[in-house]
Nanobody
Framework: QVQLVESGGGLVQAGGSLSVSCAVSGRPFSDFAMGWFRQAPGKEREFVAVISWSGSSTYYADSVKGRFTISRDNAKNTVYLEMNSLGPEDTAVYYC???????????????????WGQGTQVTVSS
């Protein structure tokens, strides 16, 4: 059974930085491209970033481009999201997701992903 467990969320002041991580178990980590999504109260889940199986390709939502960095360590079965210059608009529950197929690199829809973590709260105070 594939499991994704996020960690590292918390409270940070506007302009600050925070990193979240997601550990994957139950299947070879290299089977998956990995994505990060977020969901704010009353809003739909939105794409944040995705990284390819080898880590050679990354894509970002326009809203986080230049501020967030996605990376992965295949030896540790972990994907990371480093977030800088955070603002209140970044407040959300952040979810990692694992996708087996190339479609995750060509689209931003949550339905493209096969497995999801439980989410970790990131709160940015103004």
């Amino acid at each position: 059974q594939v499991q994704l467990v996020e960690s590292g969320g918390g409270l940070v002041q506007a302009g600050g930085s925070l990193s979240v991580s997601c550990a994957v178990s139950g299947r070879p980590f290299s089977d998956f491209a990995m994505g990060w999504f977020r969901q704010a109260p009353g809003k739909e889940r939105e794409f944040v970033a995705v990284i390819s199986w080898s880590g050679s390709s990354t894509y970002y939502a326009d809203s986080v481009k230049g501020r967030f960095t996605i990376s992965r360590d295949n030896a540790k079965n972990t994907v990371y999201l480093e977030m800088n210059s955070l603002g209140p608009e970044d407040t959300a529950v952040y979810y990692c997701a694992a996708g087996r197929f190339m479609s995750v690199l060509n689209g931003i829809g949550p339905r493209l992903y096969d497995y999801w973590g439980q989410g970790t709260q990131v709160t940015v105070s103004s």
